[in-house]
C-alpha cells in the first residue's frame, strides 16, 4: 500500500446532503445544488467528498434507512444527478464517498417486504427472525431491540428503529448482495464508502443476552447498561470485512468503518482495519474529549496505541451524530481554529464536516423544530442530532434554500458565513491554510510523529519528521499566552493568531505549526 494513496495524505469533506444546498426550493437539500457548491469545496483543499446517504428511503432516520442501495431518492435526485456530481467531482480532482449503510435496510426494502411475508420465503432468513424474543438487546435508539410483526406473529432484530431491520449477515446470500451493492458503485465511479456501524454486521450466532453493565443512565436508556459482547465486535468480523476489502482492492477504492461504541473507547475498531479489512475506521475519542490538553493526549493517544502496524488513523471533531465541536468546546473561533490545527496536523486522515470550516455551531433548536426520531424519543434528556444537520450557511441571508429550510437556520447566519471569509484570521482561512500546507509539505503528510514533544499542562504538541525536514505543532488549549520551552524553531509556517516570530509567547488558544 503506497503512502501516497489519496485516503491517506487528504482529508475527506462530510456533506450531509439534505443541508447543503437546495436546488428546488422545497427546503432540502438534493445533489444538484450539492453540485453548484463544489467550488466552495474544491478551494477548501480537501481531497474526498463524503455524503451521508442519498439512496431512496422512507427517511425514518434521514436516509440512514435504505429502500433500495442502487438509486437515489426523488428527494435528492435520481441516478443521472450521482453520475453527474461523480464525473463533476472527479474532473476536479475530488474522489467521492457514498454512506454504505448495510447493518440493516428501510424495513421499505423489496428484500425486507419479501423478508416478512411468511416464514418460507427465499428472503425469510436475509433477516434476523425468532418467534419468541429471544435475549435482553437494545435498541440504540431506546426501547427493546425485536419488534413483532404481524403478518407471521415472529420477532425481528433492529438495532436501531423498529423501521430499520437488521440484515443477516450470517447468510452468505446477504453477503454476496452486499458485494454487488459495492461493485454497482465503484463500477460507476464511486471511490469508496464509509460503512455505516460495521462492527454490528455480525452477531453471536445463538443470539445469548449481553451481560448487564452498571450505568446511572440504564434505566432511561438501556443500551448503555449492558456489555455489548453478542451483538456486535465479533470475532469472525474479518472474514466478512476481508471479502468487501478484496472487492474494494479490485477497484482502488477505500472502504472507512463507522465504528459503534457505548462506552466511547473505540479501541477495538483497532481489531477490523488493515491491509486485508478496512482502510481506517472512526475513532471518535475527540468527539467525547473535554477541552484540556491532557484529556485531548489522553483521546489522541487512545487511537495511535490501539492501531495495528497497518492501520491508520482518523480524526473527526463533528459529524452528523454529535454536537457540533464549536458548542461542545466552547472558546469561540480561536479554540475552532486550534481544534482545526489538531486534526489536520496530527498523522492520519481528517474528516471534516460541512460547516466547521465556517465554526457552525450547533442549531439551537426549538421542540417543535426536532425531527431526529431519538430527539423526540428522549427530549430534553437528549435533544437528537438535528441541532448538527442545520443548513450550511452561505450568505447573511443563508442562501441554503428559497424556500423554508427543513431545519431553521443557525442565529449567527448574518455574521457567520461563506462569504463572509475575506479576514485572513477566519476559521476557513486556517483551513485551506492548512489543507494547502499538508499537500506540500512531506513531513505532515506522511511523517513519522514524535509525541509528545512537550508535557506542558495546557499545551499540546507533537513533531512531524521526515529526513528533510521537521515541524513542530504547538497547541495551547487555554485563554491566555504561555511560553513553552524547547526548541523554538526556525519559521512559523501557520499560526491560527498570526503570529510571525517563533520566539512569541503562544498566544490564548493559539495553534502553530513550525518548521524546527
Ligand atoms: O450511527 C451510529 C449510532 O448509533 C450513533 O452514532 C448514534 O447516532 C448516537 O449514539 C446518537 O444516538 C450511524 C449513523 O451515523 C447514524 O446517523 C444512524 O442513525 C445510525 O448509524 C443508524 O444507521
Known amino acids: 500500500m503506497s503512502d501516497a494513496a ?58 440512514y434507512d435504505v429502500a433500495d442501495y442502487c438509486d437515489v431518492d426523488p428527494i435528492f435526485g435520481s441516478l443521472a444527478d450521482m453520475d453527474q456530481l461523480i464525473h463533476d467531482c472527479h474532473a476536479r480532482g475530488l474522489k467521492v464517498v457514498l454512506d454504505g449503510v448495510f447493518n440493516h435496510t428501510s424495513d421499505q426494502h423489496a428484500w425486507f417486504t419479501a423478508s416478512r411475508a411468511d416464514k418460507t420465503n427465499a428472503k425469510r432468513d436475509w433477516y434476523i427472525w425468532r418467534d419468541t424474543v429471544p435475549n435482553n438487546w437494545k435498541s440504540t435508539f431506546g426501547g427493546t431491540a425485536w419488534t413483532q410483526d404481524p403478518a407471521t406473529g415472529s420477532y425481528y432484530l433492529h438495532s436501531f428503529l423498529p423501521a430499520q431491520p437488521d440484515l443477516n449477515w450470517r447468510n452468505p446470500d446477504v453477503v454476496d448482495a452486499v458485494l454487488d451493492v459495492l461493485r454497482f458503485w465503484f463500477e460507476r465511479g464511486v471511490d469508496g464508502f464509509r460503512l455505516d456501524v460495521f462492527n454490528s454486521y455480525l452477531k453471536h450466532p445463538d443470539l445469548p443476552s449481553n451481560p448487564r453493565r452498571w450505568h446511572p443512565g440504564a434505566l432511561a436508556y438501556g443500551y448503555v447498561g449492558q456489555h455489548h459482547i453478542h451483538d456486535r465486535d465479533q470475532s469472525d468480523l474479518p472474514e466478512v470485512l476481508g471479502r468487501m476489502r478484496a472487492v474494494a482492492d479490485e477497484f482502488g477504492a477505500v472502504l472507512i468503518g463507522e465504528t459503534l461504541d457505548e462506552k466511547f473507547r473505540y479501541d477495538r475498531a483497532a481489531d477490523f482495519v488493515g491491509d486485508d479489512q478496512l482502510h481506517m475506521a472512526f475513532h471518535f475519542a475527540l468527539l467525547h474529549s473535554r477541552w484540556t490538553a491532557k484529556k485531548l493526549a489522553t483521546a489522541i493517544r487512545s487511537q495511535l496505541n490501539a492501531l495495528p502496524k497497518d492501520g491508520w488513523p482518523t480524526w473527526v471533531l463533528s459529524n452528523h451524530d454529535f454536537q457540533r465541536h464549536p458548542t461542545r468546546w466552547g472558546g469561540g473561533d480561536e479554540r475552532a481554529k486550534a481544534a482545526a490545527v489538531i486534526a489536520l496536523t496530527l498523522p492520519g486522515t481528517p474528516f471534516l464536516y460541512y460547516g466547521e470550516e465556517l465554526g457552525m455551531a450547533e442549531g439551537r433548536l426549538k421542540r417543535a423544530d426536532i425531527v431526529d426520531p431519538p430527539g423526540i ?89 521526515v529526513a528533510s525536514e521537521r515541524v513542530r505543532v504547538l497547541v495551547n488549549t487555554v485563554d491566555r499566552s504561555v511560553l513553552v520551552p524547547g526548541e523554538a524553531g526556525t519559521q512559523v509556517l501557520w499560526s491560527t493568531a498570526a503570529v510571525t516570530d517563533v520566539r512569541e509567547p503562544l498566544a490564548p488558544n493559539e495553534g502553530r505549526v513550525v518548521r524546527v
Open 6 to 63: 489519496w485516503w491517506r495524505t487528504g482529508a475527506v469533506y462530510q456533506i450531509y446532503p439534505r443541508s447543503f444546498q437546495d436546488s428546488t426550493g422545497n427546503g432540502i437539500g438534493d445533489l444538484p445544488g450539492l453540485r453548484s457548491r463544489l467550488d466552495w469545496v474544491e478551494q477548501l483543499g480537501v481531497s474526498a467528498v463524503w455524503l451521508s446517504p442519498v439512496h431512496p428511503s422512507p427517511q425514518a432516520d434521514f436516509g
Open 377 to 465: 424519543r428522549f427530549w430534553p434528556v437528549f435533544k437528537g442530532r438535528d441541532g448538527a444537520r442545520t443548513p450550511m450557511q452561505w450568505t447573511s441571508e443563508g442562501a441554503f434554500t428559497t424556500g423554508i429550510p427543513w431545519l431553521p437556520l443557525n442565529p449567527d447566519t448574518p455574521w457567520r458565513h461563506a462569504e463572509a471569509t475575506a479576514n485572513p484570521l477566519s476559521i476557513v482561512h486556517t483551513y485551506r491554510a492548512l489543507l494547502a500546507l499538508r499537500r506540500n509539505n512531506e513531513a505532515l503528510r506522511s511523517g513519522a510523529t514524535i509525541w509528545p514533544d512537550t508535557d506542558h499542562a495546557d499545551v499540546l504538541s507533537w513533531q512531524r519528521v
